[in-house]
């Protein structure tokens, strides 16, 4: 190594999130549903900051009348809504669970494809656990999953059960092994 390479980082690029991690989800959710009994709520979401310019606008715009198109055909409704920190989210609902992942792959594919993908914030996907909601939430700016577990109380949050999800799941997702990014979302439009 030169010295170049050493004030530079050497010679290996940094590479991005491989782009085709959400779709472990789809394999993860087979253990879910016939190993641990966690079932799909049928609906997701994609978060992502929208910007104020003409590219970004006719991506999305694209990207949306692709899943309106798929979305008649599959059955599947789809809705959009800003939350109160500027975040813009798609909302899926969808009784077919594979149909969920692959419209949610739609928007980022589109969306990182048009240069946008610092964007993207993150994929949500709604599951009932006996009588609780479960959410997986992959941060696409961290390439990893982490549960989120909403408890009884303002803003409380089951981490016990979170710490039991990636046990029972750590061989079937990319987790995010830095817990203190399990970052909560709050009031998750799903």
């Known amino acids: 190594m030169g010295f170049l390479d050493a004030v530079l980082g050497g010679r290996k690029k940094l590479k991005g999130v491989a782009p085709d991690r959400l779709f472990a989800m789809t394999t993860a959710y087979v253990t879910m549903q016939t190993g641990l009994d966690i079932q799909s709520a049928g609906s997701a979401g994609i978060a992502f900051q929208p910007i104020a310019n ?3 606008t006719q991506i999305l715009k694209d990207a949306e009348e ?3 198109g798929t979305a008649e055909e599959s059955g599947s409704e789809l809705e959009s809504a ?3 920190f500027g975040y813009r989210w798609i909302v899926l609902r ?3 669970f594979d149909d969920l992942v692959v419209s949610l792959n739609t928007i980022s594919t589109e969306l990182q494809g048009g240069g946008y993908g610092d964007r993207l914030l993150a994929a949500v996907f709604k599951f009932r656990d006996k009588e609780k909601d479960v959410y997986f939430i992959y941060n696409f700016k961290r390439g990893g999953y982490y549960p989120f577990v909403p ?4 803003k409380q949050r089951d981490s016990e059960h979170e710490l039991r999800l990636k046990a029972q799941l750590d061989k079937e997702l990319p987790f995010e092994e830095d817990m ?4 909560p979302l709050w009031e998750i439009p799903l």
Not at 180 to 183: D, H, K, L, T
Request: charged share 40%; hydrophobic share 35%.
């Open 66 to 68: 692709l899943l309106h």
């Open 180 to 183: 203190s990014r399990w970052f």
């Open 54 to 56: 003409a590219d970004f």
């Open 82 to 84: 800003d939350d109160e």
């Open 151 to 154: 408890a009884p109380g303002d």
């Open 94 to 96: 969808d009784s077919d």
